[in-house]
């Protein structure tokens, strides 16, 4: 009895291991490892004060986009709403002289391999994905916004070797978190939206394949039809945009005092 309850014990461990295994390696937001290059210069936001301009760099994503429509309600693609906003956003930044790199300025499909590549490039502060979204109840209106830990193994075992911990004890990465309430409470406050807080979402690849804190920004819902057209308005753009840039200076302020701003290392497991 008790030999047959030691092997039903591993065999259910076994295909429990299995069963998480094929989850993260074959969900559609994340279907599959990739090999990522050597750690790169963004991982710690400089001292932003005198830092370069290339080492202040910032990426907007905007979300979907060509054949790629996103969601869509009240007569709005999703694809409509994320390209004016980004596009606001990175005026907004400039204006600001930081650096903005876009994965995409046009109505263009984009793969997230390539959006998630150019957020892993060197010399990036952070990775913003602009969204909107969608309810199945036309009631449902106000902005969240998304984070990701812990993020693919690649970038755990990166960031382990770039803050290792001391024996017997373990290295959180909270930055992704603190940027994502950054950005939704100014972005709230600049807009008077609903407050929907803030989520991690590790499954978004999007998000756990960017080294850099990276959030994903659901501006609002084309499902409601008083949001949708504000979500048109180019003034209510800029409002998000403004609000957006508010929440991501405030906290690269904070980043750029800290080096170790949201990395948590604990002595035990």
């Known amino acids: 009895m008790g030999v047959r309850f030691v092997f039903s014990l591993l065999f259910l461990a076994f295909f429990w ?21 050597a750690l790169n210069e963004g991982q710690v936001p400089p001292d932003l004060a005198n830092a370069p301009a290339e080492l202040k760099t910032i990426v907007i994503d905007p979300g979907h986009g060509g054949e790629d429509p996103g969601t869509q309600g009240n007569g709005m693609f999703e694809r409509e709403g994320t390209l004016p906003i980004a596009l606001a956003l990175a005026k907004e930044l400039r204006e600001r002289k930081y650096t903005v790199v876009m994965t995409r300025e ?10 998630s ?29 998304f984070y990701a830990w812990p993020k693919r193994l ?32 100014a972005t ?15 499954g978004l690849r999007v998000l756990n394949s960017v080294r850099v804190p990276s959030v994903l920004v659901e501006c609002g819902f084309v499902s409601n039809k008083g949001e949708t057209e504000k979500l048109r308005s180019a003034e209510y753009q800029a409002t998000l945009a403004k609000g957006i840039a508010n929440g991501i200076e405030s906290y690269l302020q904070a980043a750029s005092a800290d080096p170790n701003y949201g990395i948590v290392i604990s002595t035990k497991r």
């Open 188 to 202: 709230v406050a600049a807009t008077q939206a609903v407050d929907r807080e803030v989520q991690n979402k590790t």
């Open 117 to 145: 590549k150019i957020g892993n490039e060197p010399g990036r502060l952070c990775f913003v994905s602009i969204h909107l979204n969608h309810s199945d109840s036309s009631r449902t209106t106000g902005i969240e916004t």
């Open 106 to 115: 046009t109505d263009t499909t984009l793969s997230l391999d390539d959006r």
């Open 154 to 185: 690649e970038i755990l075992k990166d960031f382990a070797a770039s803050y290792p911990a001391p024996a017997g004890g373990k290295v959180e990465d909270h930055r992704g978190r603190l940027l994502a309430e950054s950005i939704q409470r």
């Open 17 to 37: 291991f299995c069963l998480w295994r094929l989850m993260h390696a074959f969900t559609p937001e994340n279907p599959g490892f990739q090999v990522l290059a």
